[in-house]
């Protein structure tokens, strides 16, 4: 899956931690009207990252400011 859409959103104060960020993402990305297989699609890239900072960098790249 090819996702191209972003989302305005801002992560939690606590940096590096993917999961909170992850889920403040899905609330956000839910707001601007994902499809539930478009946030599975992000939640398993974070997921699978090797480490808290890449699964940010994930995050990042579905993010726009």
């Given at each position: 899956m090819?996702?191209?859409?972003?989302?305005i959103w801002s992560p939690p104060a606590e940096?590096?931690?993917?999961?909170?960020?992850?889920?403040?993402?899905?609330?956000?990305?839910?707001?601007?009207?994902?499809?539930?297989?478009?946030?599975?699609?992000?939640?398993d890239e974070v997921v699978e990252a090797k480490d808290d900072a890449a699964g940010m960098a994930v995050l990042a790249d579905y993010s726009r400011p």
């Amino acid at each position: 899956m090819n996702i191209r859409k972003h989302i305005i959103w801002s992560p939690p104060a606590e940096p590096g931690n993917r999961f909170a960020a992850l889920a403040s993402f899905v609330r956000a990305a839910e707001a601007e009207g994902w499809t539930d297989n478009e946030i599975q699609f992000v939640i398993d890239e974070v997921v699978e990252a090797k480490d808290d900072a890449a699964g940010m960098a994930v995050l990042a790249d579905y993010s726009r400011p």
